[in-house]
């Protein structure tokens, strides 16, 4: 019968020789993300990190049983999505860290905030959601694309295996079928790898200006939404539409253009209890701890439009778009109207880097007003509006639209 204490020297003779298990792919994704997920996340109300982060080590010891050091990527990334989706937060998402090409890829975003995509193209194409449509959510009437005829809302039949990324920032020609109010043509584009993100754009309805403010994230996003403005005051029109449809958000660019109707505070606030303070004006924003904040983003030529303001909106609003249709609505200084929006607008995101290639963008603080009340996620909907992009390219009527200058012109 062997002692006791040689049965525990046995074991640990064969410890020291075969080592501790090596860690898989997979593991060491999941590792990575719990790891970053509890230096940095700030979980929505009732959710327990720890909980969901060890559910999700059981599910991936289920999931790799056999392979051992073998187990791959693949299957962490699947059991780290499934974590997440317990989290019931539509900000935070994993995806592959950028490898752009020299000299191609993503520039830095002006003033926080995601990097900004180029569109070669001179437009940003997505899916209809639940759909398989493709259809023109911005168009730059002097890129390719804007050359070519191609109009916002317009459906884009691509051919087969192109998807919409591809359409929004490949680096070669393509050619693609445009359906505009019951009429296919075919348009041969060419990409302009000098062009940059998506910038405003205004059109007049009469005497209504109509500025469509795409993304958050282009660099000179807020200047030219405030010269916009301007040449719209000189104008003398009656009212103003800001049409946030399609925003997917971005940094700092959305609350500078904000200032453009209103000047307000917000202040982020991490799960340490550390707060930011962000007090935005028509002409900068300031950034920072109360006691040291300094200016972060400047509009040289700054506007302030006081009169009638509509906010126009949809289920792809998200993130600081959301936040500017809330900051107007709760300083009374216009109506919003049309959907429900995504419902990320009442927190800030933190991107972090994983293993093999991928990262994680973490809700990393929630915002409150000046009395410490955490903000909604979503603008108050003065008057709901189905946002139908399908319908506007085939009849060349746009409901929301149509709806917000029928308010303004009735002197709502």
């Known amino acids: 019968m062997t002692s006791p204490s040689r049965g525990l020297l046995a074991a640990f003779s064969v410890l020291a020789m075969t080592g501790p298990a090596a860690a898989s792919p997979a593991t060491d994704l999941l590792d990575a993300l719990r790891s970053r997920m509890e230096e940095t996340y700030y979980a929505p109300p009732g959710i327990d990190l720890t909980r969901v982060m060890d559910e999700a080590s059981r599910k991936l010891t289920v999931a790799c049983e056999g392979q051992g050091d073998a187990c791959p990527v693949e299957t962490g990334l699947e059991v780290a999505r499934g974590a997440i989706a317990e989290l019931g937060d539509r900000h935070t998402v994993i ?3 950028p490898t752009p090409p020299p000299g191609a890829g993503p520039a830095p975003a002006a003033g926080g905030g995601p990097p900004v995509q180029r569109l070669p193209f001179g437009w940003s194409v997505r899916p209809v959601r639940g759909q398989d449509h493709l259809y023109v959510a911005w168009v730059d009437p002097d890129g390719p ?3 070519a005829g191609v109009r916002r809302h317009d459906r884009v039949i691509a051919p087969a ?8 920032t490949g680096t070669g020609p393509v050619r693609v079928s445009i359906e505009r109010e019951g009429r296919t043509f075919e348009v041969d584009l060419t990409p302009d790898a000098g062009r940059d993100g998506a910038m405003p754009t205004m059109t007049m309805a009469d005497d209504i200006a109509v500025i469509h403010f795409p993304s958050g994230t282009g660099e000179g996003a807020a200047q030219a939404g405030h010269d916009f403005l301007a040449r719209a005051e000189a104008a003398k029109v009656r009212a103003v539409v800001l049409d946030l449809r399609d925003n997917g958000g971005g940094g700092l660019q959305c609350a500078a253009m904000t200032g453009a109707f209103t000047d307000y505070k917000a202040v982020q606030r991490d799960r340490r209890g550390e707060a930011t303070v962000m007090s935005i004006h028509a002409d900068h924003v300031e950034m920072g701890p109360a006691n040291g904040m300094e200016t972060v983003l400047t509009v040289e030529r700054p506007t302030r439009w006081s009169g009638p303001l509509a906010v126009l909106v949809n289920e792809n609003t998200a993130s600081c778009s959301e936040a500017m249709a809330i900051q107007i609505a709760r300083a009374g ?3 919003v109207i049309g959907e429900e929006t995504y419902g990320v607008g009442n927190n800030t995101l933190r991107p972090v880097p994983l293993t093999a290639g991928w990262m994680v963008r973490m809700t990393a603080s929630w915002t409150e007003d000046e009395t410490g009340q955490r903000l909604p996620p979503r603008p108050p909907l003065s ?4 946002d139908d992009p399908v319908a506007i390219g085939a009849t060349g009527r746009d409901a929301v639209l149509e709806a917000a200058l029928a308010r303004l012109r009735a002197g709502a």
């Open 161 to 168: 295996g192109v998807t919409a990324g591809l359409l929004n």
């Open 145 to 147: 694309a804007g050359k």
């Open 95 to 97: 995806f592959p860290a």
């Open 383 to 386: 008057t709901e509006v189905a």
């Open 333 to 335: 200084r216009g109506f």
